[in-house]
């Protein structure tokens, strides 16, 4: 009897995330395990139930194991301490070229990228914009908008605030509500970008944000950030732990479950696309299909089969 893959689990039923740092991950007996190179303990990580897995320095993992990542449509994102700096991510979704130029489309018109923006405004504010305004004008209704929002909110948890202030390569520069906010925002951007490559779709084709690798991530990030990881990261910051990362980590992780975030995301990426009141693009007639037929996808629209 042949081999039968597993059915990977929608991305709607993982959970969130999980950092790793300082082991070497690998399959060992057909598990998913990070191994502590000192002692040689091993530690399973259900691997085909969680978003995304944040790789921190220290971390190595083996190609047996980026390719049970891949096969179960989880996807590896290599990060800087805290969460904090990108260096590279793989790639287990993102498959169906319908959808990306259907994506495509939608933010190279002028008229259907403002239709895709004003729903983003929409969701994010609980309330259309007004009527007849560019992507430029809203765009600056919404930096407004988000300065006062962050001033609540510090507020509310009483925390000091000057202001969002961050530098990548000066990490301990920032006081303790910017570091915070930077190590949220981090998860949040995580499994962001794990739902936008499960549908199918480029994290790098943005409408508000554009000319970024993850522009289209920080769209549909904007949109929750003020509902879950924005009042984690105060929460923690009003306590002044000595650790703020590791506990904003663990409050976006019960953010995200309470807000349901990862059942809502997929939805929420095609209720704002849809904005553009337009149908996928049909193939060119001269289209050429495969020459040896790909079995079709038994995961989320954007999962790789192979």
């Known amino acids: 009897m042949g081999f039968i893959p597993l059915k990977p689990i929608p991305m709607k039923d993982r959970m969130s995330m999980i950092f790793v740092g300082m ?4 399959v060992r007996d057909g598990a998913f395990v990070v191994i502590d190179e000192v002692n040689g303990e091993r530690m399973h990580i259900p691997v085909g139930s969680v978003a995304c897995l ?18 179960v ?16 991510a793989g790639q287990p979704g993102g498959a169906r070229s319908d959808k990306l130029l259907y994506q495509a489309q939608l933010a190279l018109d002028d008229s259907l990228r403002l239709k895709v923006v004003r729903k983003m405004f929409e969701l994010r504010f609980g309330e259309p914009p007004p009527s007849r305004r560019s ?6 209704m919404e930096g407004a908008r988000v300065r006062k929002t962050y001033q609540l909110i510090a507020k509310q948890y009483g925390v000091k605030w000057s202001g969002r202030r961050y530098d990548p390569t000066q990490w ?33 084709i943005g409408f508000l944000h554009t000319g970024k690798p993850k522009s289209f991530v920080y769209d549909i990030a904007d949109i929750v950030k003020f509902e879950t990881v924005v009042p984690a990261a105060f929460r923690v910051a009003a306590r002044n732990p000595p650790m703020p990362e590791r506990e904003v980590r663990i409050a976006c992780r019960d953010a995200f479950k ?3 975030i990862l059942q809502r995301l997929i939805p929420m990426i095609e209720e704002v696309l849809a904005a553009g009141e337009i149908e996928p693009p049909p193939p060119a007639p001269e289209a050429v299909p495969p020459a040896i037929p790909e079995p079709p996808s038994i995961g989320d629209a954007g999962h790789r089969s192979g």
């Open 258 to 260: 309470q807000a349901k």
């Open 172 to 204: 301990d520069a920032s006081d303790v509500s910017n570091q915070c906010l930077s190590a949220a925002t981090a998860c949040l951007y995580g499994i962001s970008e794990a739902a936008i490559l499960a549908a199918g779709y480029a994290p790098a």
């Open 54 to 71: 944040l790789l921190e320095p220290g971390t190595r993992v083996s190609h047996a194991a980026v390719k049970l990542a891949a096969t």
């Open 73 to 88: 449509g989880t996807l590896l994102i290599w990060v800087g301490d805290a969460g904090v700096r990108l260096y590279s």
């Open 23 to 26: 082991g070497q991950i690998d």
């Open 135 to 140: 992507v430029e004008q809203l765009r600056g």
